[in-house]
């Protein structure tokens, strides 16, 4: 892997105040941590690393930093950035941790995991596509660390997956993750709708039926009940007229 060139000024003035002088110089703080020595506080050109950043986007670099004491280079060696803080609300880049590495020795490194194509099951029967690993932890040389990890999806199809397991990693790179872990699947449409099977449906109407003889058996009944006191009422008998009293004689 090609080394960038990168030029670092060593940082006397430690603290949250002195860091936010930098920040506003257009620096950025830094520290270097590695190497069997004990951390060097720098800070380096926000330009330059954006410039960086931005033609190498998505890729794991190794960093060939220059270490300058004014215009004076005090050393130079490999580091790779380990960590990178970022502003929580304009995402500028705020601080970074560097890590010096020997280049005989390998590395544990994050590198990203892109797709290659579109998936059949997306293209041509409107699934969905659940890319849920994005990055690979990979041990290796330095020197060998790929830009990325490449995955072909243009086969997959509904439910189909791509797992650890699948992936080509280049020669002399590794990585200790569970092989069964799922790299990218293509999921199902959401306007699937999914209709029950034929004997559960059956089962299903079979299981109402008592319910609905029931509820039309309470009905003629509550209809017949109503339609007593009516028919009562006129099958009742007229009262028949009192008894005129017996006339005194």
Known sequence: ????????????????????KVRRANLIPAIIYGGGAKPTIIQADRKSYDRIHRQH?????IYHLNVLDNDKKVADFPAIIKDIQLHPVTDEVIHLDFNRISLD?????????????????VKRDGGTLDHTMWELDIICLPNNIPHHIEVDITNLGIHDAIHVKDLILPAG???????????????????????????????AV???????????????????????????AAKKPEAAPAAKKEEKK
């Not at 986007?57 to 670099?61: K, N």
């Not at 544990?108 to 290659?116: A, H, P």
């Open 1 to 20: 892997m090609e080394q960038i060139n990168f030029d670092v000024q060593l940082r006397k003035e430690l603290g949250s105040a002195r860091a936010r």
């Open 57 to 61: 986007a998505g890729e794991s670099l």
């Open 105 to 121: 020795k390998e590395i544990e490194i994050e590198v990203k995991i892109l797709t290659k194509g579109e998936a059949i099951g």
């Open 173 to 203: 790179v590794r990585t200790k993750h569970d092989p069964e872990s799922v790299v990218v699947t293509v999921a199902g449409s959401m306007r699937e709708e999914v209709a029950p099977a034929p004997l559960e449906a059956e089962a």
């Open 206 to 232: 079979t299981a109402a039926e008592p319910e609905v003889l029931k509820e039309k058996k309470k009905t003629e009944e509550g209809e017949a009940a109503a339609k007593k006191p009516e028919a009562a």
